[in-house]
Each structure stands twice: as C-alpha cells, then as structure tokens.
C-alpha cells in the first residue's frame, strides 16, 4: 500500500486548508485512514481518524470543531479539511492506514504511513 499526502502550504491564522490522502496498491481490505502531526522539536501526535464506513470518526481536543475527517466514495481518497486555523497547527502531517474496521488513535496501530506535508500557519 502506497499513500500519498498532498494539500499542505502556507496560510494566514484563520484560513483553512485541505489535506488529501490518496491509497493505491493492492488493497483487498478494510481500513481505517488516521492522521498525524508532527510539529519541531515535539512527538507526532494523533489528529484524526475515520472509520472504513466513514460512520465513525474521532478528534483530538486540540483539533475538535475546526477539522473535518472525511474520505471519498470509493473510499481510497480521505481529506483532512482544517478551518481556523492557528499558528500551533504548524506540522508536518502525515496520513496513516490501519487494517481493519477499528479506529486507533495511537500510531502505533498503524500499517501504513504515507511521506508526510506540511503545514505552516503564520500570526
């Protein structure tokens, strides 16, 4: 499995982005698309995930009520949409792949990790 984050930049405090995440490879089974950050100097840290039915998602505090977590119909395509958007949301933020129908928030659960983007936020 191949994934591919894409949709990172530069924006002002208060824009918003649109992260995607593209899967491609023989996939011949149900799974769960996480993402993660990792700002300088800090651990990578879980920030959303989306279940393989799309019916259950998950958020970190820090990100609840600005991002949205989706994925697209043919389910190989999941977005991260970021809305107000502060300057601590600076990170590089990977999207990850977990087999299965559960929906983890520690990386370690993770099968699949893709090459990370990045997010800069300017004040």
């Known amino acids: 499995v191949q994934l591919q984050a894409s949709g990172g930049g530069l924006v002002q405090a208060g824009g918003s982005l649109r992260l995607s995440c593209a899967a491609s490879g023989r996939i011949t089974y149900p799974y769960a698309v996480g993402w993660f950050r990792q700002a300088p100097g800090k651990e990578r840290e879980f920030v959303a995930v989306i279940s393989w039915s799309g019916r259950s998602t998950y958020y970190a505090d820090s990100v609840k009520g600005r991002f949205t977590i989706s994925r697209g119909s043919a389910k190989n395509t999941a977005y991260l949409q970021m809305n107000s958007l502060k300057p601590e949301d600076t990170a590089v933020y990977y999207c990850?792949?977990?087999?299965?129908?559960?929906?983890?928030?520690?990386?370690?659960?993770?099968?699949?990790w893709g090459q990370g983007t990045q997010v800069t936020v300017s004040s």
């Open positions: 990850a792949v977990d087999r299965g129908l559960a929906v983890p928030t520690t990386e370690n659960e993770y099968d699949y």
